[in-house]
């Protein structure tokens, strides 16, 4: 699957389409992507771990990314559903980082997996899969 | 299954646990929870709509709430798996509405479903099913 | 959603696609349909249950059937992902009971939820949602 | 993850534990299991592809697989949830391949992922996670 927008493309459309997000993005690469967040406070939960919620968030941006890396920047790809375990544990004083790889890129669906690290990590705190739903219209594409 | 927190101990412990938060606690019945999230602009997408993640947290605190309605205030109880269908788009100017339903509640483990609505209207947005590893210690219940 | 096609269509249908299959077609009504299967000594896992794939195989024709009565007899329509809870044993000397209800039926996505039960028993034994890929050319509608 | 079982032991425990199954164990190592699925006619699916149920049923068993073979010939460890992606059509004429790796093995659950694979193809037919619940008596263990 041949990537189509550069990393740095990629962060300026987040900013632009995002702008209160803390993702960024780390890498776009022909075998997936990485994503990173940095963990705040208010996402920490009881006991000083990172919330489930932050996690599916990045998990939801690592394939939104990953998606957009392929079919170019079309903000309409909707996410049609989200699967995630939890694994481990985050640590609070590390980045969270996504890495995404996709499993299918149909005419109309793209399916892909992400795992979830605490930077520096070898063991991976949580796996999701998700499915995004591709507009039908590729002269949708935005250009950066 | 019996309720054993009120909503009003489940609204003082969200605040205190989750200061954060901007889920209020509408119901705690004997047949489910209610739950609901008012939409903020940083939390919409492009095209005016909510975004995944939102709807992915609203469900994950629904959950937290139907189980600890069950167990007690129980702050260990965690997420182990979710999974989140999106539905259809929600309204961007209407309060996200949480309904859970514990399908199972184990010694270890619950399991149940949350249907996610626009306030006021019929058709849901989004439908999650979530586990949640329960504490085996019932002595680490919290008092409010 | 109207429903489509007969219960007698549907069993027929059945029949002839998947001659092995030993679901038979319970109800189509406009809310949701009902599928049931035999259980059989081979079927059955150690400890005297019913075993998880026969469980999810089940949930799969409920979807199959439940779509199908909406959108006609399109033998093209396929699974795209399955999301299954297992919640209670089923009892080894009970028929298995599926009932599906759509939660949306788009125009090439189709998302359900299934209950599954054993027969006569009021707490469900499993729940699955699953997603159907539409084929796009209506006119693949199959006449029986 | 230590593996405490032969690929030898798994094979007479699968036979002895479901005399009927059709699966046979390929590979047990540290970093995973292997284990394939003969296609019979009855298993395809109109158009001559395999049918879904016979791609979850082989995840479950992989999972199933990996799962004693770190923690012992088990036979009361259970499926709680499995959740499935349909990526393409499996070659009617090849065995089913599935490759278990486990994300998890604590205590009370583990959590794998399965990829499954028409044999000698490259790209993944379908991708499963599920969670399986361990029971808690290690003295539980079978000796083949």
Redesign the interface.
């Known amino acids: 699957m041949t990537v189509v927008v550069t990393r740095e493309e990629m962060a300026a459309f987040l900013r632009r389409?995002?702008p209160?997000t803390r993702v960024s993005v780390e890498a776009i690469e022909a075998d997936g992507i990485v994503v990173a967040h940095d963990i705040t406070e208010?996402e920490l939960?009881?006991?000083g771990t990172v919330s489930?919620?932050v996690m599916?968030?990045l998990a939801?941006v690592a394939l939104y990314v990953a998606v957009l890396s392929r079919i170019g920047l079309v903000?309409?790809a909707?996410?049609?559903?989200?699967?995630?375990?939890?694994?481990?544990k985050p640590l609070a004083d590390r980045r969270l980082i996504g890495r995404c790889r996709l499993?299918?890129l149909g005419k109309?669906?793209a399916?892909g997996?992400v795992w979830l690290y605490s930077e520096g990590q070898e063991e991976?705190v949580a796996?999701a899969?998700g499915?995004y739903?591709i507009p039908r219209r590729p002269d949708a594409v935005v250009t950066v």
């Not at 909707?78 to 481990?88: G, M």
């Open positions: 389409e995002f209160q208010a939960r009881p006991g489930g919620p599916m968030a939801d903000p309409l909707v996410t049609t559903s989200l699967n995630i375990n939890f694994l481990r499993m299918k109309s669906l399916v997996e991976p796996h899969t499915t739903s």
